[in-house]
Nanobody
Framework: QVQLVESGGGLVQAGGSLRLSCAASGRTFSSYAMGWFRQAPGKEREFVAS????????LYADSVKGRFTISRDNAKNTVYLQMNSLKPEDSAVYSCAISRLAGATTGYGMEYWGKGTLVTVSS
């Protein structure tokens, strides 16, 4: 049974930073790409970032490029999202997902999802 558990969310002022973590179990973590997605109230879930199984390649949404960094530690079965220069429009529930593919995508192939962690950015 695949489980993904996110942590690290919270309340931060605009311009601040947060680091999200997602611990995975129940699947050979290092064989699959991982992704981060977010959903703000009243909006659809949107892609944030993804990373290949090796960590060698990454994809980012234009809205977070240059501010967010996705990384992974395959020895710890964990994927991270470092978020800098946060803006109020970044406020959302952030969820991680594990793909059935090795390559990073903006959503295609993502198979299992965590419940998410809330990030609130105050102005």
């Amino acid at each position: 049974q695949v489980q993904l558990v996110e942590s690290g969310g919270g309340l931060v002022q605009a311009g601040g930073s947060l680091r999200l973590s997602c611990a995975a179990s129940g699947r050979t973590f290092s064989s699959y790409a991982m992704g981060w997605f977010r959903q703000a109230p009243g909006k659809e879930r949107e892609f944030v970032a993804s990373i290949t199984r090796s960590g060698g390649n990454t994809l980012y949404a234009d809205s977070v490029k240059g501010r967010f960094t996705i990384s992974r530690d395959n020895a710890k079965n964990t994927v991270y999202l470092q978020m800098n220069s946060l803006k109020p429009e970044d406020s959302a529930v952030y969820s991680c997902a594990i793909s059935r593919l090795a390559g990073a995508t903006t959503g295609y192939g993502m198979e299992y999802w965590g419940k998410g962690t809330l990030v609130t950015v105050s102005s």
